[in-house]
């Protein structure tokens, strides 16, 4: 037997499925209508828009964007910042913090654009399985030029992608080929033998020393990816 709606002012014929490019549920309600969660909530839940505030975006962006810079001054202006996780449309980071912006990320790295260059890290082996971000529904290399298009659109420019651990896969030559065409310059930093154990190895020329330099002229480097194990931190240490 179908259970009832509480009464919550939610339409009787509301359908709940999931939208491709987004990591939590869109509602279609009567009319055919789509509303994001954030406008289904505000509508149908009006006691969570009361909800305290757990994030101050203002504050967030302020205080980073001067320690970012403080911190880039105390390395002599050459510092190299790994961003983790989502830097567009981090709904989860919504979800759990009230207030937060999803794309606040994107807010502090335009803030701090004349000061940056961005690079962008992917694992060859992702490129070649054709992993699938288990959140956007899609793979890492349609992610990576997304995320290119993302920075694109607040004005930011990437520097150039690291394909890591490459090896001579026609699906990796094919995506350098992609990126190349739209004027994005790629390098090539091959697997270490013997990494992260062999540390004298991995510090000679033979190892971080073999990896080609990342040209860059701004005293901030914003390391990203996207996803994990994507040679973000080695890529960093081999400059």
Not at 98 to 114: E, I, S, T
Not at 169 to 178: D, E, G, L, S
Not at 189 to 205: F, W
Request: positive net charge; charged residues 25%; glycine residues 8%.
């Amino acid at each position: 037997m179908r259970k009832k709606r509480k009464k919550s002012g939610i339409p009787a014929d509301a359908e709940f499925f999931p939208y491709f490019f987004s990591p939590h549920l869109f509602f279609c309600c009567s009319g055919g209508k789509l509303l994001s969660y954030f406008t289904f909530t505000k509508r149908y839940y009006p006691a969570a828009g009361n909800m305290k505030t757990g994030f101050d975006n203002t504050l967030y962006l302020q205080e980073q964007s001067e320690e970012i810079l403080k911190r880039a001054r105390s390395f002599d202006n050459k510092l190299y910042l790994e961003f983790g996780g989502k830097l567009a449309y981090d709904f989860h980071a919504a979800r759990i913090l009230p207030g937060f912006d999803p794309n606040v990320k994107l807010q502090l790295l335009q803030r701090l654009k004349d000061q940056i260059d961005v690079v962008i890290c992917i694992y060859a082996g992702d490129i070649e399985r054709k992993k699938i971000r288990a959140d956007f529904g899609i793979a890492y290399d349609a992610d990576t030029l997304l995320i290119i298009d993302n920075l694109r659109e607040w004005g930011i420019e990437v520097k150039a992608v690291v394909v890591t651990r490459y090896d001579d896969h026609p699906a990796v030559n094919h995506f350098i080929n992609k990126l190349e065409r739209r004027g994005i310059r790629v390098y090539k930093h091959r697997a270490i033998k013997g990494y992260p154990a062999d540390v004298d190895l991995i510090v000679s020329d033979s190892g971080y020393g073999a990896n080609e330099y990342i040209e860059s002229d701004k005293p901030i480097v914003v390391v990203t990816g996207p996803g994990p194990s994507s040679g973000k931190m080695a890529t960093c240490l081999s400059q």
